[in-house]
């Protein structure tokens, strides 16, 4: 497929838009630049993100500093064992008077999804996410509805050690195009933090710095930047590398090698670059890949994680030779 490559005016507004929701969500996210960043790559390159990690650490807060700095609808669901799948999509209501049904939309009809603790509800309740997270897109009563675009879920959960949690199906993994883990913050960090919510709520004054139009914008841009064949190749083969890794047990599908080169633009494009180089591919394997693999018994006996089978993986397959191309040629045969 041809297409015209972003201009340079192009990528300099996207540059700098990213930026503003970068430093919107950082006057509330103290000391992690490298999490908001990959966050925001997510967003702009239309995936779904997943935030794991122990209570307490922040993981809602940048959900909700994300949603606060865009100009977009946002829906919040509170999960719980109790949670039922038409309390997430909507449910028809018969209306005696008018003697018809009437559909009232649940919340993910948003722009931006949070999923509070996520695997605190019943597999039954997160499968019904699956056809929303994958074709924006819910099946009530045998009709469809479109939900609105762009169309984020943004999920957190805890650790599957935790009390009160289910594990996520691997289909439902497989759909969220990353995993990050928020992590304790810098000792410096969270000082300025105490300073930052001693006696206001930082978030209260964060403004959007874009709205709807100006994100569809920024994906169809991310969608254009130029992969050259060697980078493509590049990502196949770290996706059949983790299927045939003796320590996995299952590796990464053909949608995790779409997704990780879609994440792999938008990053590039935050760089305000047409292309996309081996070292994007390479910043985003774990978070992209790790949640969607399955270690094998052997691994699982010598303590061996996926996150080292990736690393593993990443430092013995063979880079391409070029990841980028001439503009002429680039031009002609974008795709």
Do not use: W
């Not at 490298?34 to 779904?48: K, M, N, Y």
């Not at 039922?84 to 028809?92: A, E, I, R």
């Not at 509805?145 to 959960?157: G, S």
């Amino acid at each position: 497929m041809v297409h015209a490559l972003p201009s340079p005016a192009e990528l300099d507004t996207f540059a700098e838009t990213a930026d503003r929701v970068r430093g919107a969500m950082e006057s509330v996210i103290s000391g992690r630049p490298d999490l908001v960043r990959l966050t925001v790559a997510v967003f702009l390159a239309e995936g779904h993100l997943l935030l794991e990690d122990v209570p307490g650490v922040g993981k809602t807060t940048l959900a909700k500093s994300l949603a606060k700095a865009i100009d977009c609808s946002v829906g919040r669901i509170q999960f719980t064992p109790d949670l039922l799948p038409s309390d997430l999509t909507g449910v028809s209501i018969y209306r005696q008077a008018q003697h018809e049904f009437e559909f009232r939309p649940g919340p993910v009809f948003a722009n931006i999804v949070i999923a509070d603790e996520i695997n605190r509800a019943s597999p039954k309740t997160q499968s019904a996410l699956l056809e929303c997270m994958q074709e924006a897109q819910t099946t009530i009563d045998g009709t469809t509805y479109q939900l609105p675009r762009p169309f984020l879920v943004v999920a957190t959960q805890n650790p599957i050690e935790m009390e009160g949690t289910y594990a996520l199906p691997e289909a439902q993994r497989d759909r969220f195009m990353a995993r990050l883990s928020v992590g304790y913050p810098a000792r410096n960090a969270e000082v300025e933090m105490l300073e930052r919510q001693e006696t206001a709520d930082p978030l209260a004054a964060v403004r959007p710095v874009a709205d709807v139009e100006m994100i569809t914008a920024m994906v169809g841009t991310a969608r254009r930047l130029y992969a050259a064949q060697g980078i493509k190749q590049y990502v196949v083969d770290l996706a059949e590398a983790t299927r045939t890794d003796p320590m996995l047990r299952l590796g990464a599908s053909p949608r995790a090698a779409i997704q990780l080169l879609r994440c792999a633009k938008a990053l590039a494009a935050m760089s305000g670059r047409d292309h996309v180089l081996p070292d994007d591919i390479q910043d985003l394997a774990v978070p992209v890949l790790a949640h969607r693999l399955l270690p094998s018994t052997d691994a699982r006996l010598a303590g061996h994680t996926v996150t080292e089978s990736i690393t593993a993986i990443v430092a013995r397959t063979r880079l391409p030779i070029s990841g980028r191309a001439s503009a002429p040629d680039r031009r002609a045969t974008a795709g």
